[in-house]
């Protein structure tokens, strides 16, 4: 089975039925673990049950019909007696599916208000994600730093204690933010902020995709949400707070990252690869901590060194379509240039 379709799988499919293939936590709205989710969980199970019981009075009734009233041997086969217009039914097929559109309004609309007011504590954490083109921009502006593609959050032991506030924002088109266990989709709209939260109660790493078609790598714009133990939380903030120590033998690589359009895209936080006013450095993923992500390209490809290597060589391979160029460089340079990055834990 290919990668790309049991990504898919894993987006529609129940956790059972995958369990042999994939061992990670699937996007299943099902098994929600945050306040949000439940709501959408429950309106969705609502939903499904009236449009289960809608379907089966109309199958029922059409299966008796059928069946009943099937062409038999010896059937005259003129038009049987035509019957036009009762009013009691007319109304009531007009009444009773006014009344369950309007259940449904007012179950929607009372979620989505009691997801939106919902109040948030005042030591929230806040987080603002930016979707480009294809991947996601994490930044923890409180803490000052930013990172990519992967959100790492504080557990929530109860439920809304310590939730992150996420301030949604584009670069570019519309894309839209999902990790099916914790929330609904939100779009993340050009020059428009949509802000939600999340609270989850469990550990573990949430998987969520980009839920608006934004071009080519549209399905290789994935995400990932980090739930930690607070303290955790805390010691990666501070690990992402601080810059990986100089490490000598990763000079010449340092070298060449600099002395490459690397800096135009990229920013390294305290190097001369920082990111300028004039928006350089900001086009691509932050790589001050590139080598702590658990994968690259916005979860495309594992982060080892042989896929750092490969990348770098030629991001078009594993990513067709992304806006890194291959930039031709020597076998030499690419190892000193990956060597230098897989320092920046
Ligand atoms: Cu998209």
Same mark, same amino acid.
């Given at each position: ?92 097929? %007009? =009444?009773?599916? !006014?009344?369950?559109?309007? #259940? ?8 989505? /208000? +009691?997801?939106? *007011? ?45 939730? %992150? =506030?996420?301030? !949604?924002?584009?670069?570019? #088109? ?8 914790? /929330? +609904?989709?939100? *779009? ?54 601080? #810059? ?102």
């Amino acid at each position: 089975m290919t990668k790309r379709f049991r990504r898919l799988l894993a987006l529609t499919l129940s956790p059972a039925i995958l369990a042999g293939l994939e061992e990670r936590r699937v996007g299943n709205i099902f098994q929600t673990v945050a306040t949000p989710g439940d709501a959408v969980r429950q309106s969705a199970i609502l939903v499904l049950s009236i449009a289960a019981g809608i379907f089966l009075v109309v199958a029922t009734v059409a299966a008796y019909a059928i069946f009943r009233f099937r062409r038999r041997p010896g059937d005259d086969l003129t038009e049987p007696p035509q019957v036009y217009g009762s009013t009691q039914i007319e109304i009531a097929w %007009t =009444v009773i599916p !006014l009344l369950i559109v309007f #259940v449904l309004i007012g179950v929607t609309a009372r979620v989505v /208000a +009691g997801v939106q *007011d919902h109040p948030i504590p005042k030591d929230a954490i806040h987080a603002t994600v930016v979707g480009h083109q294809w991947w996601w921009e994490i930044r923890y502006p409180d803490y000052g730093f930013t990172t990519a593609n992967e959100l790492h959050v504080p557990v929530s032991e109860k439920p809304g204690e310590t939730p %992150t =506030v996420l301030r !949604l924002q584009s670069m570019d #088109v519309i894309h839209s933010f999902w990790v099916p266990q914790l /929330a +609904g989709k939100t *779009d993340v709209i050009p020059n428009r902020e949509n802000v939600m939260w999340i609270d989850p109660r469990e550990t573990g790493i949430y998987f969520g995709n980009c839920a608006e078609y934004c071009g080519t790598q549209h399905a290789g714009m994935l995400l990932k949400v980090i739930v930690h133990q607070k303290a955790e939380f805390e010691a990666w903030v501070a690990s992402q707070q601080q #810059v990986a120590a100089e490490d000598a033998s990763a000079a010449a690589g340092r070298a060449t990252f600099e002395s490459l359009a690397c800096v135009n895209c990229h920013a390294i936080r305290d190097t001369p690869a920082q990111a300028g006013h004039t928006g350089r450095g900001k086009f691509g993923p932050d790589l001050t901590h590139v080598a702590s992500r658990l994968t690259l390209a916005s979860g495309v490809i594992t982060n080892t060194p042989e896929h750092l290597r490969e990348w770098i060589r030629d991001p078009q391979v594993a990513k067709p379509g992304n806006f890194m160029p291959a930039m031709q460089l020597t076998e030499q340079q690419i190892k000193d240039v990956a060597a230098y990055l897989e320092t920046l834990k």
